[in-house]
């Protein structure tokens, strides 16, 4: 954990007058940093003081750009990660603003610079507030445009050379609510005190790393597939929207080392024990009376426990995810584990499903995606690219002991707590099927209309229920008469009598 006093002492020993150590027998070498022209430098970086003395041999120095953030590892109430310095390796200018995302904050935003360049203020401060944000919104969005070969992967407006920017609001009102808009090209993070308590207990929900890359999520799946939002569709293709926000805070913590290995130290690699991974949204769902976040990753929902509700039937979606994660990492552990260290295995196994998954739903159709059709790209793309088969054999058990799929692997393994975990060739009965069928045609999760009520901001707003559902399929900007369009033609009709 960075403690303000460090940073502020680091910065003062960097300006520290500088020192001559005569008689102190072996000098310890300068460091190749003092070379380095001052504006090149970082805070903190530099502990000794010495003259800079020339060199001859050139010293190869960075071609990237990049600023410093502090930011909450995952929200200030998992205080066992707390506040961390992170490096964003990309240009951003005062705002904090790029060529993606600018940050609104009324008589805060823009934020400037500190003198060497970094986003770092005091925790919970306005300025903290809009860097924090504004890092965690970057970091997912680079991470997905990583899994899309590096490529940038456009906002639903981003059609016929429109570059404009998505807009992050910290604090954009009360509410124990966030929310993703088309319409207002925005992410809107609220803040509520919970009933009874002190005004020191506000929760800012954009101090969650859960909650802000959860609703990052919505925006790049709307940019990849601006059809499934449309609140006409079955309510998988709903569920698919709210299992990607919680599975992309996920994998966002898997990317980073630090939390990578904290995860490994406090489960002793097991991603089935008790940790801050699963559970999404802690100090929210605290505030709400839920011990294990507002929602927990490591479940063991069934399509037929959750009706036709669609936060329920993310979840049942997103532990499908978690419950192939944990069981690749597994395999993968048990073959790596003479070769790597456990969080450098989790690391690029999280990495890779990510892809997986990222690239699944790029190849879904476009509208009325179900889970089935998601797990078949899966299986698919796993095939493709040489996974070992015992990849496939994990997300077939998952999805069918979900009651997603059908069984085309027997469970009677995975039932019985028999699967071969580290057999890489093991399917089961020797079939490695990439095709499998829906588990029950008749489910709500199919056929129902869909049920809102407990989703997120994002799912809630009438601008994914009323505007026709092609006119969201397609991508370009969304005027707030869209969503008043049905009523404003009834109404030309009626003045016009
Ligand atoms: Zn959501």
Not at 88 to 110: C, K, M, Q, S, Y
Not at 263 to 279: C, E, G, I, Q, Y
Not at 349 to 373: E, M, N, Q
Not at 425 to 438: F, W
Request: with cysteine.
């Amino acid at each position: 954990m960075i403690h303000q006093e460090e940073l502020v002492q680091q910065q003062q020993q960097q300006y520290a007058p500088v020192q001559s150590m005569p008689g102190r027998g072996t000098e310890v070498p300068e460091s190749r940093i003092e070379r380095l022209a001052p504006q090149l430098r970082v805070e903190g970086a530099l502990r000794a003081t010495r003259r800079p003395a020339e060199r001859e041999v050139p010293i190869p120095v960075p071609a990237a750009a990049g600023h410093r953030f502090l930011i909450y590892k995952q929200d200030p109430s998992v205080a066992e990660l707390g506040v961390r310095l992170v490096f964003v390796p990309t240009v951003v200018l005062n705002g904090p603003t790029d060529a993606r995302i600018t940050t609104e904050l009324p008589g805060t935003a823009p934020v400037a610079r500190n003198a060497n360049g970094d986003f770092v203020f005091p925790p919970n401060s306005p300025q903290f507030d809009c860097a924090h944000t504004f890092a965690v919104v970057r970091e997912t969005l680079t991470m997905y445009e990583r899994h899309n070969g590096g490529n940038p992967i456009p906002f639903a407006w981003n059609v016929g050379g429109n570059t404009d920017r998505i807009t992050v609001f910290p604090r954009a009102g009360t509410g124990a609510n966030a929310f993703y808009s088309r319409t207002a090209k925005a992410l809107k993070f609220l803040f509520f005190t919970p009933q009874g308590q002190p005004p020191t207990a506000t929760v800012y929900t954009c101090r969650s790393l859960d909650i802000v890359s959860h609703e990052t999520g919505h925006a790049v799946l709307d940019g990849l597939k601006p059809g499934w939002l449309a609140a006409g569709n079955p309510p998988q293709t709903g569920g698919l929207h709210e299992a990607f926000g919680d599975i992309s805070a996920i994998f966002l913590a898997l990317s980073q080392p630090d939390q990578a290995e904290a995860l490994v130290a406090l489960t002793k690699a097991n991603l089935h024990d008790r940790s801050f991974l699963p559970a999404l949204a802690e100090e929210f769902g605290r505030a709400l009376g839920l011990p294990t976040g507002l929602r927990n990753a490591d479940n063991d929902l069934k399509l037929s426990q959750v009706g036709n509700e669609v936060h329920a039937i993310s979840q049942v979606f997103t532990g499908a995810i978690y419950d192939v994660l944990a069981d690749v990492f597994t395999f993968e552990l048990a073959a790596q584990r003479r070769a790597k260290d456990p969080t450098i295995i989790l690391i690029e196994v999280a990495s890779r499903l990510c892809k997986l998954l990222f690239d699944a739903i790029v190849a879904a159709p476009a509208t009325g995606a179900t889970y089935v059709d998601v797990a078949n790209k899966m299986l698919q793309i796993s095939a493709s690219r040489g996974d070992p088969a015992i990849y496939r054999t994990f997300i077939r058990n998952r999805f069918a002991v979900r009651e997603i799929t059908t069984a085309a692997t027997p469970l009677r393994d995975l039932m019985s707590g028999r699967v071969k975990m580290t057999e890489a060739d093991y399917t089961g009965d020797g079939r490695d099927v990439t095709e499998v069928e829906t588990h029950d045609e008749h489910s709500a999760s199919l056929r129902a209309e869909q049920d809102r009520s407990r989703c997120c901001g994002t799912m809630q707003m009438p601008e994914y229920r009323v505007v026709d559902a092609k006119k969201l399929a397609k991508r370009g900007t969304l005027e707030d008469d869209d969503i008043l369009r049905h009523e404003l033609d009834e109404l030309s009709r009626a003045f016009s009598k």
